[in-house]
């Protein structure tokens, strides 16, 4: 019988070498976190390259902070955390560069496969789910309502209905209690149905006659 080859090593035993003094252990954490963490930071940052960027500059510290990682740690929250504190340093830097200039509102990516559950938390009043001729301008209206939100609220939001974190992981990876999380995330969604409705009432202000 053919020998199978062995499993890969799980996140947390990746950490473990490379705290060991293993280099070759960041290459598949890069690999296995590519595109999962670079489409949280494109959506964080709202630009390709400073996202690009600041996943780079996290590897660099994930490599760095290795020494700090605790054996046995959930990888996946401790990552994100790195990877948060790192676009929020690049935004201030940037912030501090434009200071001189009018500042930009920050915008999310043009991409599909936004989560259900906001669509469902934030329906238009007494009308029908949106059909698919509908989705892409009502994907790009919920883009501009999570990005117009305070980094705080938009930090839980982007990790829990984007990411797909526990609130226990999202709160480990912003290292503040679960119950803050939560908080965050009423307060968010609060304000993203207040500001949903307002967006209806004044599409559809102007039809009668």
């Known amino acids: 019988m053919p020998d199978h080859p062995p499993p890969p090593d799980a996140d947390e035993d990746l950490l473990a070498r490379l705290r060991g003094g293993d280099r070759g252990a ?8 590519e595109r999962e963490l670079f489409g949280y930071l494109r959506r964080y940052v709202g630009d ?4 690009d960027d600041v996943f780079q500059n996290t590897f660099v510290q994930v490599f760095l902070k290795a020494k700090q990682y605790e054996p046995g740690r959930p990888a996946r929250p401790w990552l994100y955390a790195i ?5 929020i340093d690049a935004l201030r830097r940037r912030a501090r560069r434009s200071a001189d200039r009018p500042a930009d509102t920050v915008s999310a990516p043009d991409e599909d496969g936004e989560p259900r559950p906001l669509f469902e938390l934030l329906p238009a009043p007494g009308d029908a789910p949106p059909d698919a ?3 892409a301008e009502v994907r790009g209206r919920v883009r501009e309502a999570v990005a117009g939100l305070p980094e705080l609220l938009r930090q839980a939001v982007l990790l ?3 990411q797909g974190l ?9 290292g503040i209690p679960v119950g803050t999380v939560k ?3 009423h307060a968010a ?3 993203l149905a207040e500001d949903w409705a307002e967006s209806n009432a004044g599409c559809g202000t102007g039809n009668a006659e």
């Open 26 to 33: 960041l290459g598949p954490l890069v690999r296995r976190y």
């Open 48 to 51: 390709d390259d400073l996202a």
């Open 83 to 87: 990877a948060t504190n790192q676009a």
């Open 133 to 135: 001729a509908d989705r």
């Open 160 to 162: 829990v209905y984007f």
């Open 166 to 174: 526990k609130y226990q992981d999202a709160a480990d990876a912003l």
């Open 183 to 185: 908080s965050r995330l």
């Open 189 to 191: 969604l609060a304000k």
